[in-house]
């Protein structure tokens, strides 16, 4: 089975600062995924990706196949990016999901 | 084009009592899913559906039952609701293909509280 560990588990930051939270698994995958869930609880779609790196707007996520590690960077953090953030792994099961990193973004 | 659609938002159940959350998806995706999110412990899969006509067990499905009634619904009953069944439940429903892999589309939760 694969176990999906995510750090920080919270994370608290000031407006402007770049946000780092990470996501380790224990099993070969297919991809891996990035979440928001903000306040109230809606889940969406980030990022989906294999190999490499992708980007949109301040949101970056890296992944290394090699290590079975992967990367949510933030760059110039807002209030509004206050959220859960959760990664999931993905492969010839159903998604497993980490516990999720609750950011905080203070102005 | 409303995505997945899970009802109803908000439910307090007596033990013992039973209930069916429902769920609809109009993207004519395979696969659906029921996860449980509880403090401190991530989404957890209840069941799954990989296709019309099957079901499977996820993570945690004592105390839980599924019908995929057809392809757009995936319904989850609690037969004898327990105070340990308290939690947020999402319906979920995905795609695969081969340029993006297997892409994910949640509901917006249910809040059930059984006391």
């Known amino acids: 089975k694969n176990e999906v560990e995510q750090s920080p588990q919270n994370l608290t930051a000031q407006e402007g600062e770049f946000i780092t939270i990470n996501c380790s698994y224990s099993v070969g995958i297919s991809a891996l995924h990035w979440l928001q869930q903000h306040p109230g609880g809606g889940i969406v779609s980030l990022f989906m990706l294999s190999s490499g790196k992708k980007k949109h707007g301040r949101l970056i996520a890296t992944i290394n196949i090699q290590e079975k590690h992967s990367s949510l960077h933030i760059t110039a953090s807002h209030p509004r990016d206050s959220a859960v953030y959760i990664c999931?792994?993905?492969?010839?099961?159903?998604?497993?999901f980490g516990k999720g990193t609750r950011l905080s973004v203070i102005a | 084009n409303a995505g997945v659609t899970q009802t109803p938002k908000f439910q307090v159940l007596k033990t013992g009592q039973s209930m069916t959350l429902q769920c609809a998806q109009d993207m004519n995706h395979n696969s659906m899913y029921w996860y449980r999110q509880d403090p401190g412990m991530g989404l957890r899969l209840i069941y799954y559906?990989?296709?019309?006509?099957?079901?499977d067990k996820g993570e945690v499905p004592n105390g839980y039952n599924v019908s995929r009634l057809n392809k757009r619904e995936f319904s989850l009953r609690l037969e004898s609701a327990a105070p340990s069944q308290t939690s947020v439940y999402f319906c979920?429903?995905?795609?695969?293909?081969?340029?993006?892999?297997?892409?994910?589309?949640f509901g917006e939760g249910s809040w059930l509280t059984v006391v």
């Open positions: 979920a429903s995905s795609y695969w293909d081969s340029a993006a892999g297997n892409t994910i589309y």
């Open positions: 559906s990989a296709s019309e006509g099957t079901t």
């Open positions: 999931a792994a993905s492969g010839n099961t159903p998604l497993v």
